[in-house]
């Protein structure tokens, strides 16, 4: 099915119950502003129309917002425990040696450190590997540097979770 067509799980959302919508959203994306946003767009055309206004509400959410945003991910390497769409999504990390997760716990420490919350990367389809030398690499930038790829990186993970969430049976 592409994107631009309504799909049945795109029509179910639609019409929701506000509340019910709001905590599928709030599933998807800790951000009161991105859920408020997302929710007062409703109904979508398309799935294609629900991915632009998730992406607008991303550009527009202040440091604050993001920070809230970011307050709903664990670490890498600890998903949530109970928590299907962390352990789905850094299931990168499940086969990793234990050198790999001490380091990675060593990488998060130092960026939550520098940066004062979570590493956030978009994990689905990555290796421990490849999140690791990500860590490596980012824990360097400046924090403005930092907070766009951060964004970059939530817009990712929502449009996933958005996918998931408006999907066929």
């Not at 040696?97 to 990675?104: I, Q």
């Not at 998060?108 to 979570?118: C, E, I, K, M």
């Amino acid at each position: 099915m592409t994107s631009t067509s309504t799909s049945p799980g795109l029509a179910r959302f639609n019409v929701l119950e506000e509340h019910a919508a709001s905590a599928a959203l709030h599933e998807a994306c800790a951000a009161t502003a991105w859920v408020a946003r997302l929710l007062a767009a409703r109904p979508y055309a398309t799935v294609d129309d629900l991915y632009a206004t998730s992406d607008a509400a991303m550009a527009e959410l202040t440091a604050a917002d993001l920070a809230q945003a970011m307050a709903g991910h664990p670490p890498i390497g600890r998903p949530k425990p109970g928590d299907p769409a962390s352990a789905r999504e850094q299931r990168g990390m499940a086969g990793a040696s234990e050198e790999l997760r001490a380091e990675m716990l060593e990488l998060n420490l130092a960026y939550q450190d520098t940066f004062g919350h979570v590493f956030l990367i978009c994990a689905t389809g990555r290796t421990g590997e490849q999140m690791r030398d990500a860590a490596r690499e980012r824990i360097g930038n400046s924090p403005e540097r930092e907070r766009e790829i951060v964004r970059a990186e939530l817009g990712k993970i929502n449009r996933i979770r958005l996918a998931r969430l408006v999907e066929e049976d």
